[in-house]
T-cell receptor, first 113, second 112 residues
Framework: GEDVEQSLFLSVREGDSSVINCTYT??????LYWYKQEPGAGLQLLTY?????DMKQDQRLTVLLNKKDKHLSLRIADTQTGDSAIYFC?????????????FGSGTRLSIRP | DVKVTQSSRYLVKRTGEKVFLECVQD?????MFWYRQDPGLGLRLIYF???????EKGDIPEGYSVSREKKERFSLILESASTNQTSMYLC???????????FGPGTRLLVL
């Protein structure tokens, strides 16, 4: 079945770049997403990429998609303490009657001073 | 802005109790979802609904049921709560080609 995998933890120094990686299995995914969850809150969409793109940039965020390897990454430039959160990679997939989104387990990003 | 609200932020219930978790959205979205979030397991889909009175099982529907009598409201029901249903429950809504989902703040349920 469909699966999305990402590492559970990442620690970076403040001001450095963070790179969060994700692999997925459904080659027919139309969209791939990055969601952010701050402590005590629900998930918030950070950015998404259409499957026929290989890169998308939005201010400090860069998303890279390698469709051949089914690999998605999120780069956060100049990481700040406010970037501390859990980041979820997700892919859209067709269910029996409607599209579903499959989420990874989330990567907890912590920032060192 | 899309607003998705959940009836409680924190809930404590006893084993065997019937539990209702409510979710309300104000954006007229067709699709609504219930997930549970557990450490190391990410989000797992319990049930979803793509229209009023329509529901479809997600990946872990056992022990849960849902109700969608009105478009803006999607309820998750635990018929007889058990300790392994202690979790964070997240409601989401979505519509459109991008299938972007918008999440509520979550309900942290503790079953004793």
């Amino acid at each position: 079945g469909e699966d999305v995998e990402q590492s559970l933890f990442l620690s970076v120094r403040e001001g450095d770049s963070s790179v969060i990686n994700c692999t997925y299995t459904d080659s027919s995914s139309t969209y791939l997403y990055w969601y952010k969850q701050e402590p005590g809150a629900g998930l918030q969409l950070l950015t998404y990429i259409f499957s026929n793109m290989d890169m998308k940039q939005d201010q400090r965020l860069t998303v890279l998609l390698n469709k051949k390897d089914k690999h998605l990454s999120l780069r956060i430039a100049d990481t700040q303490t406010g970037d501390s959160a859990i980041y979820f990679c997700a892919e859209s997939t067709k269910g029996s009657s409607a599209s579903k989104i499959i989420f990874g387990s989330g990567t907890r990003l912590s920032i060192r001073p | 802005d899309v607003k998705v609200t959940q009836s409680s932020r924190y809930l404590v219930k006893r084993t065997g109790e019937k539990v209702f978790l409510e979710c309300v959205q104000d954006m007229d979205h067709e699709n609504m979802f219930w997930y549970r979030q557990d450490p190391g397991l990410g989000l797992r889909l319990i049930y979803f609904s793509y229209d009023v009175k329509m529901k479809e099982k997600g990946d872990i529907p056992e022990g849960y049921s849902v109700s969608r009598e009105k478009k803006e409201r999607f309820s998750l029901i635990l018929e007889s709560a058990s300790t392994n249903q202690t979790s964070m429950y997240l409601c989401a809504t979505g519509q459109g080609r991008r299938e972007t989902q918008y999440f509520g703040p979550g309900t942290r349920l503790l079953v004793l």
